[in-house]
């Protein structure tokens, strides 16, 4: 029970300093703007502009919480180490496996909670269309609901902030999140001149699927860089997570498709022993892709584009996928942080 209490104890305290840190809300901010400012981007194409929009928007998504991650992440540990407040929490003493399971799980927290907030905001300018036309009318309820919940959320984080001396960030953003999921109920039932309409016309199951398998890549993020950040500075940390989120991408690209051409190669060869040189490659191409994380698995926006449906197989073989990699990682950012000097 006392390692339960420590593990809470770690995790709520990080997630109280990362919530309150001025990046988040400045991060979330420009993601909010560069959201809703997808929707007219989305409107220059010549065929489909909600199709654009969606690509657009889930980007912003993405990159926004991967931004987050490398920014907040970073200072999970790296800073405890620079600040030697890790000494007050280590000689408590609370075992090192618990220390860094807590700021994973506190950071993991913050990450999801700006997630909420970006994808409520995305799934309502989702709801209010894209404007194919002059003639296209704008979708009141959502300008109305969304626009009065984020005004509530700006208001009421100011008043805690100036009476009660609550953090700004803090205070907004906890508020956000359950207006902006009634907001984006309420846009459900209504269309856009506030006639009522069955909600499951509008709703978008497909997209929350994405945006879901976008929170698992975040908490693959997150492991990465408290791992990084038990031995690493802050650049340094920053660095590894962006190259990481780069190398995931075109996981595909450079190891998968040389590992694919190499199995062709060798079944054309049937009983004929291989290069040297091939098998190598294929042997390391095949551990690298083994090992990088691959965040196409993630990346679902080209089957919401075509129209295709997200499998349940697929969501059931990405959270398995997801969960030992972030095992994994934390694995090793435990064996780094073990004998790291604090003192």
Known sequence: MATFEQL????????????????????????IMLTIMSNPFAGWTMQDDQRMFVDLGLSTVFISTALLAAFI????????IENRTVLTVISKPVPRPVFVVGKYIGVSI???VSLAVLALVFMLVEVHGTMQTVRTPFHLPVLILGGSAILVSVVV???MNFLYGKNFAASCITIAIPLLLLAYVGSLFFD?????????????????????????ATMVLNAVAIAASTRLGHVLTLSVVLGTLL?????????????????????????????????????????????????????TTDALTQKKSIPLDYILYAVPYSALLVIGLLALAT???QRREVG
Request: net charge negative; charged share 15%; proline share 4%.
């Open 8 to 31: 809470w104890a770690i995790a709520r305290n990080t997630y109280l300093e990362s919530v309150r840190q001025p990046v988040v809300l400045v991060i979330l901010t420009l993601g």
């Open 73 to 80: 992440a970073t200072n999970a540990i790296s800073r405890e």
């Open 110 to 112: 913050t990450m999801l």
């Open 157 to 159: 984080g100011a008043w």
């Open 192 to 216: 856009a001149e506030w006639a009522s309409v069955p909600a499951s016309t509008q709703f978008e199951g497909e997209i929350w699927k994405s945006l879901g398998l976008l929170a698992l």
């Open 247 to 299: 190398l995931g991408l075109l996981s595909d690209w450079f190891f998968g498709r040389t590992t694919a051409r190499l199995a062709d190669e060798f079944a054309r060869l049937g009983d004929v022993t291989p290069p040297l040189q091939d098998r190598m490659l294929y042997w390391t191409c095949e551990t690298l892709s083994s090992i990088v994380p691959n965040f196409q698995i993630f990346w």
């Open 335 to 337: 064996a780094l942080f």
